[in-house]
């Protein structure tokens, strides 16, 4: 641990979160903007499921840590919309069980410190025809459709909506863009600059109008160390660039 001690933010999830500092990823985004300001911290692990997140939860999180982070965001979701393989090598996770499943994250990191803040983003829609392109033969046909996507979104919001969990629906705000489908990936899954700067956006959102107190809006947490040299560049306002 190095210090000054500054407010920590987590990313937790599958390859959505391992892959935010890629490709101008929306997890560079956000320590671009709080620089100085916070440590943007990621476990991010490719694959994953909820099953497999809520595993090692206690790990990741133990609740006798004597610095608990300030903030969390959890994506699960994706990986778990697949259809069952069967083999048994699918992610795939059964809709009752990954709700269950998130409810359980949930829980636990609201267990974790009165000030500990939290946000679940929901799976998000994929392009279907160049992610075959992208995963042929590696991923079955169909295993992974917008359909399918968009019941887990739903089941999350749902579930955010009865725990007072701050969400993003991605499914919902990524499509409000007309040309989503062949912007927003590099492989029909995952975030190109242009996708993953839609999801720093609804994540500042949150954040902006969160009445969390202390607030974790990034101009309203102090600036580690004064700026005082007279050739120290102007901080520019990344939210404004988004």
């Given amino acids: 641990m190095v210090g000054p001690i500054r407010p920590q933010f987590?990313?937790?999830?599958?390859?959505?979160?391992?892959?935010?500092?890629?490709?101008?990823?929306?997890?560079?985004?956000?320590?671009?903007?709080?620089s100085r300001k916070a440590d943007?911290?990621?476990?991010?692990?490719?694959?994953?499921?909820?099953r497999q997140g809520?595993?090692?939860?206690?790990?990741?999180?133990?609740?006798?840590?004597?610095?608990q982070p300030s903030l969390v965001i959890v994506y699960f979701g994706g990986n778990d919309s697949m259809l069952p393989d069967p083999l048994g090598l699918s992610p795939h996770v059964p809709l009752p069980e990954?709700?269950?499943?998130?409810?359980?994250?949930?829980?636990?990191?609201?267990?974790?410190?009165?000030?500990?803040?939290?946000?679940?983003?929901?799976a998000p829609p994929v392009n279907e025809e160049q992610m075959r392109k992208a995963f042929?033969?590696?991923?079955?046909?169909?295993?992974?459709?917008?359909?399918?996507?968009?019941?887990?979104?739903?089941?999350?919001?749902?579930?955010?909506?009865?725990?007072?969990?701050?969400?993003?629906?991605?499914?919902?705000?990524?499509q409000k863009r007309k040309d989503w489908s062949t912007m927003c990936f590099t492989d029909g899954i995952h975030f190109s600059s242009e996708g993953s700067k839609i999801v720093a956006e609804e994540i500042l959102k949150v954040l902006e109008e969160a009445d969390w107190e202390p607030s974790l809006q990034w101009n309203s947490l102090p600036t580690e160390f004064e700026e005082y040299s007279p050739y120290a560049p102007t901080r520019v306002d990344t939210k404004k660039q988004l």
């Fill in 10 to 34: 987590v990313l937790f999830g599958s390859s959505i979160v391992q892959f935010s500092f890629s490709n101008g990823g929306w997890g560079a985004i956000l320590a671009d903007l709080y």
């Fill in 40 to 50: 943007i911290v990621v476990r991010g692990y490719a694959g994953w499921n909820s």
């Fill in 54 to 67: 809520l595993q090692v939860l206690e790990q990741v999180f133990p609740k006798d840590a004597s610095i």
């Fill in 98 to 122: 990954y709700v269950e499943n998130m409810r359980k994250i949930a829980t636990h990191l609201k267990n974790l410190s009165e000030k500990t803040r939290f946000i679940f983003l929901t």
């Fill in 136 to 174: 042929s033969g590696i991923m079955r046909e169909n295993s992974r459709t917008n359909k399918l996507c968009q019941m887990y979104s739903d089941a999350c919001v749902e579930l955010c909506r009865d725990m007072d969990i701050k969400a993003v629906d991605l499914f919902t705000s990524m």
